[in-house]
Structures are given as structure tokens and as C-alpha cells.
């Protein structure tokens, strides 16, 4: 029997998905950008709404065309498969890229605990490696087995945030400095510009639920509980990050807040004591094994799709007979991740334009929902998720989106323009090799 994801292994990965090292490191970055704390808190705010109109936009996207590999399909499905094979080319470079950049992050943290100092690039790259190769393994037992270890994982992460935003219940370690030294923006437009920056980051934090529809009808009751699972795991992860950030600015103050990278770590420290520092940064390489995990799941679902419909070769579709594992398509892409890895130092640009990227994808396959409802209008009625005022949510969606993606082509221009250029790239490479057009994905 085909093995399937229960609603609590599902809202799990929607977690796992989202919350990687992001929540750790952003605030600090969002806060330099912002320069002041109500645009610092308004953009988390707002980032949250943004998040639930797309969790919704994404939960009915999955329960109208609930497929394995859905984030590639519904491009092909509502547009053409050349921007579906260049979007997700792109994607899933950058996916691998963002896994390796977080396995190197956590061998950084858990080398300080192992060697009690820094460890070299080459010992923190073998422990990354090997985090990866760890996970690759577990993944290769089979679906359930990676959600298994994947909630337990999550688990810890979530214990992690929960124990960080327990600060706001101990004054004693509330920040009682000076006050801050806030700039505010002088003109509307200056605030404009700030709170878009700002955004940048805390989009990106939200970022990475849409992949969740990559597990299509491997989710018992797809139609059900995809919804479900998308709208509780975005649910759940607005409020934790609403209370983190609100217990770094308690206990850091403003100040500390933009000044400090490791702001978790300090928090802990300030909790526990110095010793804390040690045990949660052990912890924060939980977190990223998580992340590592949750991305070997979903990205090979992705490569399937795309081999189904004959843009990479057949073999990427082959599965194991016992465990029901994309074995070539999980191979290729942690391998990729390993070799990136090595590299990882010179794709920090690369991972830039993605995130503009990311924009465009984020908004044209949310776009789809416009298609889909039309053309499976048949289904209205029948026990599908539906959103309700729409088309609103989408539209706020959308149009969040390409805000993001105008503030990162103001910020830095350069960044846009080479993003849209290697998509082009990947378009040419589609039309240079497809000469006879792809069929359309149907929905069942």
C-alpha cells in the first residue's frame, strides 16, 4: 500500500518547510532595514497577512489539483511549461543552494560545542556534508519514516521558539538600557521604501509553504487536508513569530536587535546563562537538520513532475518497489546540494536573485487559482476548500509580492536584472530542446 501523510504529518512539513534558520537571523536584518520599530513590527505584521491570504490561495490550489509535484504542474497547467521548467530550474538550484548555506550555518553552531572553538571551513563543510548524507538516508527508508523523524525534529524547533518567547514573561532580563537610536523616515516615501526593505527579509521568513503542494495525493484525503494542514501550519507559525521577535525587541532592545546576528543565542544566554549558549546552539543544529529534511522530501517531488512530463529525463521518475522512494530524483538533488556546498561561498549572490525570483514565482502560481476555478468549476460543491472573499485573498497575495520583487529591483537593480536574466536562459534552454510543444497537464 501506497504510504501516505496523515493532517499531523502534513501541517508538520508546512512547519518544517517555513520555519528554517530564517527566524534566527532575520529580525536583526529586518530591523536595520526598518530603522524604526513600528516599520520593523508592521512589516512582520503585514508579512503574516500576506502569509494567510497566499496559505489560503496554496490550500486551494492543493485541493483542486492535489498532484505530486503541484508547484511545477500548476505552471505548466495554467501557463506554459517553458516558464514552469525555467521557474523551477531556477527554484530548485536555489533550494539546494538555501539547504546547503543553512547545513553550514548549523555546522558552525555545533562545531563551537564539539571543538569548544571555531572550526575550519573544511571541518564545517565535512559535519554539513554529512548532515546531508545523514538525512539522505533517512529519506531513502521511505515517506513515513522521513515524516516521522521530520515531527519529532519539528517538535524541537517549535520547543526552541516556544522557550525564546518565554523571555517575555521573565522581567529580569528585559531590556532596561538607553533608549534607542531610531531614525525614522523622514517622508512617506522614505517610509515606503524602508518598510519594503524591511519586507524583503520577513517575506523571505514566511517564505517556502507553497511547496507543500508538492506532495499532492500522497496526503491522505488530499483534498481535505491539504487546506487544513496549509492553513494550520501558517496559523501556528504567525503567532510564533509575532511573540519571538516581540521577546527579541524585550530583551535585546531595538539596538541590541540590529546590532547582533546571533540574536537567539543572546536571548539564551540572557535566559539561562552563558552555558545556555552551547546547548542552544546544539539545539539550532536540530532546527537546521529539520530544514535539511523537509527539502530532500519536497524538491524530488518536484524533479518527478518534471520528468512526467518529459522536461528532465524518464529516469528521474523511477521509485523504489518496497518503499516507494523517488530514488534518482532524491540523489540527484542531494548530490547537488553537496556540490554546491563546497561552493557555497560564491552562490550568496546567486541566492540574492532568487529571492526575486521567488517574487515572480510566488505571484504567477498563485496566479493560477484565476485558471483553475475556471476550469474545474465541476468540482465546486463536491467537498473541495474554497476560499471565501475571494478573489481578495490572491489579489492582496499577488500584488505583496511584486511589491517585494520592485523594492529588491530598487535596492539593487542589478540583482533583478540577472535574475530575469537567467530565467530567460532557462527559457531559451526549454524552447532549444523541446522543439515540439509539451502537452498540457489535465485535471483529473
Request: net charge positive.
Amino acid at each position: 500500500m501506497k504510504q501516505k501523510l496523515s493532517l499531523f504529518d502534513f501541517t508538520m512539513i508546512v512547519v518544517g518547510l517555513v520555519i528554517g534558520m530564517g527566524i534566527f537571523r532575520t529580525a536583526s536584518t529586518s530591523a536595520k532595514a526598518a530603522n524604526d520599530p513600528t516599520v520593523f513590527f508592521s512589516a512582520w505584521v503585514l508579512g503574516g497577512i500576506i502569509a494567510l491570504c497566499g496559505a489560503l490561495t496554496y490550500a486551494e490550489i492543493g485541493s483542486r489539483y492535489p498532484v505530486t509535484g503541484g508547484y511545477y504542474r500548476i505552471f505548466s497547467y495554467a501557463y506554459h511549461p517553458s516558464i514552469a521548467f525555467s521557474i523551477n530550474c531556477i527554484i530548485l538550484v536555489s533550494n539546494a543552494a538555501s539547504l546547503s548555506g543553512v547545513a553550514l550555518i548549523g555546522s558552525g553552531y555545533i562545531s563551537q560545542v564539539i571543538f569548544n572553538e571555531p572550526a575550519s571551513d573544511v571541518v564545517k563543510a565535512l559535519i554539513a556534508v554529512s548532515a546531508i548524507v545523514i538525512f539522505y538516508g533517512v529519506n531513502l527508508l521511505g515517506l513515513k519514516m522521513s515524516a516521522k523523524t521530520q515531527n519529532i525534529l519539528m517538535v524541537i524547533k517549535i520547543s526552541m521558539i516556544i522557550m525564546l518567547i518565554a523571555a517575555l514573561f521573565m522581567p529580569s532580563v528585559h531590556y532596561a538600557g538607553p533608549a534607542a537610536t531610531i531614525v525614522k523616515p523622514q517622508t512617506f516615501m522614505d517610509w515606503i521604501k524602508a518598510f519594503g526593505v524591511a519586507l524583503v527579509a520577513v517575506s523571505f521568513t514566511y517564505g517556502g509553504y507553497q511547496q507543500t503542494i508538492n506532495f499532492g495525493n500522497e496526503v491522505e484525503q488530499p483534498s481535505k487536508n491539504i487546506p487544513r494542514g496549509i492553513f494550520m501550519g501558517i496559523a501556528i507559525i504567525i503567532v510564533l513569530y509575532l511573540l519571538v521577535n516581540y521577546a527579541y525587541y524585550t530583551v535585546l532592545g531595538f539596538d541590541g536587535l540590529k546590532e547582533n546576528n546571533e540574536i537567539a543565542t543572546l536571548v539564551a544566554a540572557k535566559l539561562f546563562g552563558e552555558t545556555a549558549g552551547n546547548a542552544f546552539s546544539a539545539l539550532l543544529f536540530l532546527s537546521v537538520l529539520a530544514y535539511v529534511n523537509v527539502l530532500l522530501m519536497s524538491n524530488p517531488r518536484v524533479m518527478f513532475a518534471m520528468s512526467e512530463d518529459g522536461v528532465l529525463p524518464k529516469p528521474f521518475q523511477k521509485k523504489s518497489a518496497k518503499k516507494d522512494v523517488l530514488v534518482v530524483s532524491l540523489s540527484v538533488f542531494a548530490a547537488l546540494c553537496i556540490v554546491i556546498l563546497f561552493f557555497a561561498k560564491t552562490f550568496d549572490e546567486i541566492l540574492g536573485f532568487t529571492i526575486f525570483l521567488d517574487c515572480f514565482g510566488m505571484a504567477t502560481s498563485a496566479g493560477s487559482i484565476f485558471m483553475l476555478r475556471k476550469r474545474t468549476r465541476h468540482l465546486d460543491g463536491t467537498g473541495i476548500f474554497a476560499m471565501k472573499l475571494y478573489p481578495l485573498q490572491p489579489i492582496i497575495f499577488i500584488l505583496a509580492y511584486t511589491f517585494v520583487g520592485i523594492s529588491i529591483a530598487i535596492d539593487n537593480w542589478k540583482t533583478a536584472a540577472t535574475g530575469i536574466g537567467v530565467l530567460l536562459l532557462f527559457m531559451l534552454i526549454y524552447f532549444l530542446t523541446h522543439r515540439n510543444p509539451a502537452k498540457k497537464s489535465t485535471v483529473s
